[in-house]
């Protein structure tokens, strides 16, 4: 009897089924042209993970055509064969398949073999050399198909820096070093350059990496998966830098009050509270310096709120600071999740004038016309005083979330919910507005929104900045490298922002972001000995000063005469013969550093057009500025008393009166004038000594 008669017939199939090499099967393109065949191939087995393995052709077996890959995937479903270990020289026989996330239809593919996968040993081989990724590789300037040639193959990254934290699955995602840092910029939204490394997967010592860690002699085989090259690191020896501690911001001056943000990712009563209470304790004191107003987003209850600020307070006197006396405030909104924004206000120094709710009932027809509530996480304004004299109203926000925001079925309906929230939001502040005439506000919260239109339709910060009060976004005054309050797949991005009108403009000190906690690693998220990885969001705070700072010159002009070419950030224009350095050019807001003082007359000119304000003390400076109605209103500082001249465009301005400022520190004079007609005022108030670090950004 002829033995293979008695064979089953699929075994006999597999008896007569041709062998291809692998870099047949890959082709030279991005799809396998043998795509859904019964393939035989042999190579080494290089990597194992939970659902497969990595297969290589054999050293003295490859094609030498460099367009090809020598890997591949062989999808198993379920742990490997005995047969698929490390190092083994085996036969294999599978369906080339082209697999594509079924959640992401228009990513690319990755090449692998699956269905009924059949693994035959012949023998052990030594693994193929890794090829070295270069930034020449990387940087090919051809997208995702940079490393397609590579795809499955053994490759070494020399040195890299991680731009996303180790997460939770013991991947993180970096740059090869020398790169620059992704950031999610106007017009950016793929990164085809990042290089996810995934440390768990053959159990080989998971790294865990904060951004900015440097790690160094990385190998293993290259898979692509969502939309991102992954290598899947060998278990072998690597190097990488410590988890230093989170750097703390900068104690404010006894002359300054502070108002931070923070969201606080879902912080609810259970299992974990007072450990993450903990964490958030050791946050606000050590690392935000216990912030005067702390406007909070995604807490369940006033209850927990409650909690966190007596949990603060308890902490501080035991640490030997001053009781902050925090009071929390919070009222329930729309949320299906049950997240809430809220306060945490220090009462030790800040008066609440009263805490409202607004919105919470306010409805929007969708695009299908059905009605549907408008603010899941509805405004919260306080009203309050710093020292019992400087009045600020702050509200706290949390607009919707960009998830499914491009997608065909949700994406019109999200698009519109979220530029009616940033529409009420911005009518909102126009009524407290006009309730308070001339007082300082300031709108901060997790707004889920870039400083810039992130796709058509869908820009809400262009929204709430584009009409009265023209709010500005104090984000923009930071250089690009201390921007950035979170973290998504290895890019950073700016969704918390503070936005203030111009009367607290002219009070600005600084601003800065945190690095405490999108830039760390999962697993610090449980330790509640240390700050760090309490939330994915950074914190974001302000530094305002309560007296008037001395500036060295003060300007205000015509809108038109700075939106041309050659002005904007970093730029230089000329004021009396000397350099000026444009620091912030946003809608209604110029802002620049002057060199020097000028004496006598203060006057800037861009363009044809020039304002001059003398000058009668040798500390002159404009705090703030906005047209009110018909009225030009100048909150100064450094007049003698008596009403100045004021011009604009080389026509004078009528000034109606100039009177101590009501609600301000003493030397500050409140300018109402009746400017030009038809012109669209911006003002221009942060100026003073010049300085590499004129806002004193950096801790």
Not at 234 to 257: C, G, Q, V, Y
Not at 286 to 300: G, K, Q
Not at 376 to 397: K, W
């Amino acid at each position: 009897m002829r033995t293979f008669l008695s064979l089953p017939l699929f075994c006999l199939s597999l008896l007569a089924q041709p062998e291809i090499p692998i870099a047949r099967i890959q082709g030279s393109g991005n799809t396998s042209p043998l795509k859904d065949q019964l393939v035989t191939t042999r190579g080494v087995v290089t990597a194992t993970r939970s659902n497969g393995f990595y297969l290589q052709s054999r050293p003295g077996d490859e094609d030498n055509d460099p367009a090809t890959s020598e890997g591949i995937f062989v999808f198993t479903s379920k742990t490997p064969p005995a047969a698929a270990t490390r190092g083994a020289f085996v036969r294999v026989t599978g369906t080339v398949a082209e697999y594509r996330p079924a959640s992401d239809p228009g990513s690319p593919t990755l090449t692998e073999l699956i269905g009924d996968i059949q693994v035959t040993v012949e023998g052990l081989a030594a693994l193929p050399d890794a090829v070295a990724l270069t930034r020449s590789l990387v940087y090919s300037g051809r997208g995702f198909d940079n490393l397609e040639h590579l795809e499955g193959m053994r490759v070494l990254v020399e040195s890299m820096l991680a731009a996303g934290p180790t997460a939770s699955n013991g991947s993180f995602i970096g740059v090869l070093e020398g790169a620059p840092r992704p950031m999610r910029l106007r017009g950016a939204s793929e990164f085809p350059e990042l290089l996810r490394v995934d440390t768990a997967a053959q159990r080989g010592g998971r790294i865990e990496a904060m951004v900015g860690t440097r790690v160094s002699g990385l190998s293993g085989p290259l898979d692509f998966n969502q939309r991102m090259w992954t290598l899947v690191a060998d278990p072998a020896d690597r190097t990488a830098s410590e988890l230093k501690p989170a750097r703390p911001l900068i104690a404010p001056t006894s002359s300054e009050f502070t108002i931070a943000n923070l969201n606080l990712l879902s912080l609810a009563s259970n299992a974990q509270t007072a450990a993450r209470l903990a964490k958030l304790s050791l946050l606000v004191r050590d690392i935000l310096r216990l912030p005067d107003i702390l406007a909070v987003e995604e807490c369940t209850t006033l209850a927990v709120l409650e909690a966190a600020a007596a949990r603060i307070n308890q902490d501080a006197v035991a640490n030997g600071l001053p009781d902050p006396r925090y009071q929390a405030f919070l009222e329930e909104g729309n949320d299906s999740s049950g997240i809430d924004v809220g306060f945490l206000v220090k009462t030790a120094r800040v008066e609440v004038r009263f805490v409202n709710q607004y919105g919470k009932d306010a409805t929007y027809v969708r695009p299908d016309g059905r009605p549907e509530l408008l603010n899941d996480r509805p405004p919260l304004v306080l009203r309050a005083r710093i020292d019992g004299r400087f009045p600020v109203t702050v509200v706290a926000n949390h607009l919707r979330s960009m998830t499914d925001i491009d997608t065909a079925a949700s994406g019109p309906r999200i698009r519109l919910k979220r530029s009616l929230q940033a529409r009420y939001l911005r009518d909102l502040l126009q009524t407290l507005t006009l309730e308070a005439p001339g007082e300082p506000i300031a709108a901060t919260g997790d707004f889920n929104a870039f400083q810039f239109e992130s796709m058509p339709g869908d820009d809400p910060l262009a929204v709430v900045t584009g009409g009265p009060p023209h709010m500005q976004a104090l984000t923009d005054r930071l250089p690009l490298d201390q921007n950035g309050s979170y973290v998504y797949n290895g890019v950073s991005q700016t969704l918390d922002h503070i936005l203030v009108n111009r009367s607290l403009a002219g009070s600005l000190s600084r601003i800065a972001y945190t690095r405490v906690n999108a830039a760390y690693p999962d697993s610090l998220s449980a330790n509640a000995s240390r700050p760090e990885r309490f939330s994915d969001h950074e914190a974001v705070m302000a530094w305002f000063s309560l007296v008037p700072p001395a500036f060295s010159s003060a300007t205000v002009y015509d809108v038109s005469t700075v939106e041309g070419p050659g002005i904007g950030p970093g730029r230089s224009v000329t004021v009396n013969g000397g350099d000026a350095t444009v620091l912030l050019v946003a809608p209604g807001v110029l802002s620049m550093v002057f060199p020097s003082g000028i004496d006598g007359t203060a006057r800037l000119a861009v363009g044809e057009s020039e304002i001059e304000l003398p000058i009668q003390n040798a500390v002159p400076g404009i705090l703030s500025a906005a047209v009110n109605g018909d009225a030009l209103e100048i909150y100064a500082t450094g007049l003698s008393g008596q009403a100045p001249t004021l011009t604009i465009g080389g026509i004078v301005c009528e000034v109606t009166s100039a009177e101590p400022a009501p609600d301000r520190v003493a030397g500050v004079t409140l300018i109402r004038a009746v400017p030009p007609p038809a012109k669209d005022y911006i003002l221009v108030l942060t100026v003073g000594e010049n300085s590499s670090d004129p806002y004193n950004i950096l801790p």
